[in-house]
């Protein structure tokens, strides 16, 4: 299994740009979730999909933040427009939620390293 | 307030020796706890976890792990480190029934040849 696929690795944009994040999560995933790695806040979770339905976006920062989960295979997080403190390593992961109570192991992708200039 | 707390920004140990990472946290209810190693241009990968019973977990590359309530901590070990071993290390809580899991800010940790 290639495991969750994030794409770009590193990107570079201005402020002001519309920046869009991609990942594949593992395939017979259920579950997606995408997380911002800083410093200051260590990793945060952004949003989480179950049968590429948002369930909780509590964690997105402010309108500027969407995400989309068109379909099992694919998921989109955007941020239009960018600011410079939007920088971080944003992380999408995935699991299989058996819809019992115990915990589904999350598999991480490698991330994507943003820098907003 | 839901929260974990990793002590140490940064370690270093040299080959051979033994590893303890600090983990506290705080949480309202009964705990899951996690350690994940994150290797440079790497994602995140689940070393071990606890939700109930022997409060000494094992998990991969020889790694351990001990709950202890009273203390509120998740202690991380290994008792010999391998270069290969240097990263960044996370705790994480969550709660049973939860995808929602906080994670604390991380150790790296540097193994001197």
């Known amino acids: 299994d290639a495991g969750v696929i994030q794409s770009p690795r590193h990107e570079v944009t201005e402020m002001g740009q519309e920046v869009t994040l991609r990942c594949k999560p593992i395939?017979?995933?259920?579950?997606l979730f995408w997380y911002r790695q800083t410093m200051m806040r260590g990793l945060e979770l952004l949003i989480y999909f179950n049968n590429n339905v948002p369930i909780d976006d509590s964690g997105m920062p402010e309108d500027r933040f969407s995400a989309k989960m068109p379909n099992a295979s694919f998921s989109t997080l955007k941020i239009q427009p960018s600011e410079p403190r939007d920088s971080a390593v944003y992380f999408c992961?995935?699991?299989?939620?058996?819809?019992?109570?115990?915990?589904?192991?999350?598999?991480f992708g490698p991330g994507t390293r943003l820098t907003v200039l | 307030a839901q929260s974990v707390t990793q002590p140490d920004i940064h370690i270093t140990v040299s080959e051979g020796a033994s590893l303890e990472l600090r983990c506290n946290y705080s949480y309202g209810a009964t705990p899951y706890l996690f350690w994940y190693v994150q290797s440079p241009g790497q994602g995140l990968q689940l070393l071990l976890k606890y939700f109930s019973g022997d409060t000494l977990v094992q998990g991969i590359k020889g790694f351990e792990a001990e709950f202890k309530r009273s203390q509120s901590s998740f202690n991380l070990r290994k008792p010999s480190v391998h270069w290969s071993d240097a990263a960044e290390y996370f705790c994480?809580?969550?709660?049973?029934?939860?995808?929602?899991?906080?994670f604390g800010t991380g150790t790296r940790l540097k193994v001197l040849a």
């Open positions: 992961a995935s699991s299989l939620d058996s819809g019992g109570p115990s915990y589904n192991e999350q598999f």
């Open positions: 395939s017979g995933h259920n579950s």
């Open positions: 994480a809580v969550g709660g049973k029934g939860t995808y929602k899991y906080i």
